[in-house]
């Protein structure tokens, strides 16, 4: 295949200052017929509304506003569902303001209030003003004057510190203005609205400054500079040391600059807006040291493994090579220079590994674990990759083999020697994503698909076994299965935005009523595809005029269709014409389909079916198919979240609320779609969660009566002290353990029998804040035993006891 990445994102570069102007239009608000939802809330002014309400689709909210007040409701960076928000005077009727897809599907306005009293907040999905059964949060914000910052000489101190962790500084870029003086940015499509920072240059010279956005808010996109002043005040003549836009386009559109060699002590401003100055909200600022090169595996980067991909800038740049460990079993390691960065497993033991180029295009990673736990110890390989993320890039999935609370390290280097900067992240999956296949949409009928892809997923499903002839395997692509309602002949067509480069892979028949969690990833007699193109953009429009691709084009490959399984023509390469013959289709067969973006640029693509001989799709009669129920703890309260694939005759879900994960009790219900073979994000908010560890279940109730019960999660709620909390307790297997770390530093944990015999002792190092660790216990004899917590922060030990059962 012929790459097109770089002209594909210089064109979507080139579109992008066009989109920014009609970002926040005005488009046919939604009719004032929704239902209240709630108490009439006050923003404080300035601040934002914490916690953000979550507000279902035909749904509004009371809100009390204040005459020359500015406000800002924004549902940026949430993904539930397609939202339109519409502002309505509450007393008159009359429309304030309206938005529907300011920040892709999300919507984001900012309106000034031209009286005091109560406006209502309305929630619709989409252009058609359409309900929803489940919530999405509405970040909600309020200003009287341009922030403090907005002006250099009232800059905002920026402390310097060791990381970024919980150590974030929220800002806003609402009624902020145009610097008049300093040098005009040179990046990031700056028109005004800049609020400035300051921060002393640390010992060493090297400080990195990181923006990043904020939930909800519309704040999506951040352009920076940095400024040495003559004098280091702010009166100063200021001299560009460098700016920055887009951390990892289209990803992540937030700015981060690494400055280095700089004079200690001397003090550098900070330039921050929003690009094209379209879009208004708060928006997090943090500057750190920047690490030194961790060129030894003693020297290794701690990671923090995030709930989704938050990428940060590495360099391999003047690293040697470590040996021992032997070299990796993957990739080329002949002259490799190669870093270290090590991590804590999380208390599910799921740990996925992404990357993304930088100047280094072409790298390579192993994960190590060490019998000691210690960086000293001997280094066993668990797993190595080369070239399974975007490009020649790395990516790795470890679903199994790492314990919860063990430390491991992960290893990085240039193919064949070569070095660089790239980027990397580490996350924990939660729930499912439309880019692994058993999170893939079930399509329905002839029903139209639109759809963007972003990321990889959260595991690899294809492989050198099943991938075909997707010769690059995943590129950032999305799934889809359906299944046939009516027999003859089948084709579709995928027509990309512009020149993107898309590839597809078709995989099946497979029996009637199949899930896509029974046949997920294409495996044994259905492991190769039935139907593949990997034909290039350019071949496809050499051949065809177009950069359109699929199967069954009667111009192209005649005869046009064929059965499943065996035929000529059926497959093609970089070299193709990107289409392949159509399918005869028999009733009741299923299918899996792969869609991949080559180009990697998230543009859009549409996909439309081709019927003949009447043929068509079925909407397969399925029950309830529950994917991924998860808790998370915030601030104020626990979001209990969960998925479908699909349902038949579903009616609604009760939530279920335990202390001790067997007495559970219901604290809600969530209205269920009833028939549906599309996924469907739910959501429930525990507004009053209990104190400790809160277990959480589904029943899920059909229409005729029935219903059955999920397993429970589990979630502990309220900050940890120094004192360690124990859940569950009493345990069978394994036991959590959270407490807090007043400052960075080692924690020594140690189980001990009646009789003060140590039966486990484990030495961790952790970051300052709130821990959660699980330990295994399930080879223990049941009994009583004491838990001692020892952290360098807290001078004596804290003991608990536990049952271990």
Excluded at 568 to 583: A, I, K
Excluded at 627 to 639: K, W, Y
Aim: net charge negative; proline share 7%; aromatic share 10%.
């Amino acid at each position: 295949m012929i790459p097109i990445l770089a002209s594909s994102r210089f064109l979507t570069a080139l579109l992008a200052p066009c989109a920014m102007l009609f970002a926040f239009r005005a488009v046919g608000q939604c009719p004032n017929d929704n239902t209240l939802q709630g108490v009439a809330l006050t923003i404080p002014c300035p601040g934002s509304l914490s916690p953000t309400p979550c507000l279902r689709g035909g749904r509004y909210v009371l809100v009390n506003v204040i005459n020359g007040r500015t406000y800002t409701f924004a549902t940026c960076g949430t993904v539930l569902f397609d939202t339109h928000l519409t502002l309505i005077n509450n007393s008159g009727g009359a429309v304030l303001a309206s938005n529907d897809d300011a920040c892709g599907t999300q919507s984001a306005l900012t309106w000034t209030a031209s009286f005091s009293g109560q406006i209502r907040l309305l929630m619709d999905q989409g252009s058609g003003c359409l309900a929803t059964t489940s919530c999405t949060p509405v970040y909600m914000s309020c200003n009287t004057v341009a922030p403090p910052n907005d002006l250099i000489c009232n800059a905002t101190v920026l402390a310097v510190n060791a990381n970024c962790v919980n150590l974030v500084t929220p800002a806003t870029n609402v009624l902020a203005t145009n610097t008049v003086g300093p040098p005009a940015p040179a990046c990031a499509s700056y028109v005004s609205g800049d609020v400035w920072f300051r921060l002393p240059v640390p010992v060493g010279g090297n400080v990195t400054i990181t923006t990043r956005s904020i939930a909800s808010s519309a704040f999506l996109d951040a352009g920076m500079e940095a400024y040495s002043s003559s004098n280091n005040l702010c009166t100063g003549t200021l001299t560009s040391l460098g700016c920055h836009d887009d951390i990892d386009f289209p990803y992540n559109e937030m700015a981060e600059l690494v400055l280095s060699g700089l004079t200690p002590g001397n003090t550098i401003f900070i330039r921050v807006w929003e690009g094209g100055n379209d879009r208004f909200g708060q928006f997090q600022i943090c500057a750190r040291i920047t690490p030194p090169l961790p060129d030894a595996i003693c020297s290794a980067i701690p990671l923090t493994v995030g709930a989704q991909c938050d990428f940060q800038n590495y360099t391999s740049a003047g690293a040697t090579t470590t040996n021992p460990p032997a070299a990796p079993s993957c990739g080329s390691f002949v002259g490799a220079r190669d870093v270290w960065y090590s991590f804590v497993a999380p208390p599910n033991g799921r740990v996925v590994f992404q990357t993304d180029a930088g100047s280094m295009t072409d790298a390579c990673m192993a994960v190590y674990s060490s019998n000691t736990g210690l960086c000293s110890g001997t280094l066993t390989q668990l797993a190595c990759d080369d070239d399974a993320g975007a490009g020649l890039m790395p990516f790795l999935s470890l679903s199994a083999g790492l314990t919860p609370g063990t430390t491991y390290w992960l290893r990085i280097w240039g193919f064949a020697g070569v070095s660089g900067t790239f980027q990397l992240c580490l996350f924990s999956p939660v729930g499912t994503r439309q880019e692994d296949c058993v999170g893939g949409t079930t399509v329905c009928d002839d029903q139209h698909v639109q759809n963007t892809s972003l990321y990889l997923g959260n595991v690899s499903d294809l492989t050198l076994a099943n991938r075909g002839c997707l010769a690059s395997s995943e590129r950032q692509g999305t799934w889809y299965a359906y299944s046939i309602g009516s027999a003859g002949q089948l084709g579709f067509v995928i027509s990309p935005l512009g020149t993107d480069d898309y590839d597809w892979a078709l995989w099946g028949p497979y029996p009637t009523g199949s899930f896509t969690s029974g046949i997920c990833p294409p495996s044994g007699a259905s492991a190769t595809p039935i139907r593949c193109t990997y034909a290039s953009g350019p071949s496809t429009f050499s051949a065809t005029g177009s950069y359109d691709t699929g199967m069954g084009n009667p111009a192209y490959n005649a005869p046009s269709h064929h059965a499943p399984v065996t035929c000529g023509q059926c497959t093609e390469g970089s070299g193709g014409d990107g289409w392949v013959r159509g399918l005869n289709v028999s009733v009741g067969e299923v299918y899996l389909l792969y869609v991949s973006n080559f180009s990697i640029t998230g543009s859009a693509f549409t996909l439309n079916w081709s019927f003949g001989g009447g043929a068509s799709l079925a909407c397969t009669i399925l029950p309830v198919e529950l994917l991924g129920l998860t808790a998370r703890s915030d601030e104020a309260h626990v979001s209990v979240m969960w998925t479908s694939l699909s349902e038949h005759h579903s009616d609604y879900y009760v939530v279920e609320r335990s202390s001790d994960a067997e007495h559970f009790q219901p604290i809600g219900t969530v209205e269920a779609a009833g028939e549906s073979q599309q996924r469907i994000d739910y959501t429930f908010v525990d507004v009053a969660p209990l104190t400790g560890a809160n277990y959480y279940r589904l029943k899920q109730v059909d229409q005729d009566g029935a219903y059955e019960h999920t397993p429970a999660v589990v979630v502990l709620f309220g900050k940890p002290g120094l004192e360690p909390t124990v859940f569950p307790n009493p345990t069978t297997d394994v036991l959590n353990i959270s407490f807090d770390m007043p400052m960075k530093g080692t924690a020594y944990l140690q189980v001990l029998d009646v009789n003060g015999r140590v039966m486990r002792d484990r030495d961790v190092d952790f970051e300052k804040g709130p821990q959660t660790l699980s330990l295994p216990v399930q080879d223990l004899p049941s009994g009583t035993y004491g838990l001692r917590l020892v952290t360098t922060a807290n001078g004596g030990p804290q003991n608990v006891w536990f049952i271990k059962d």
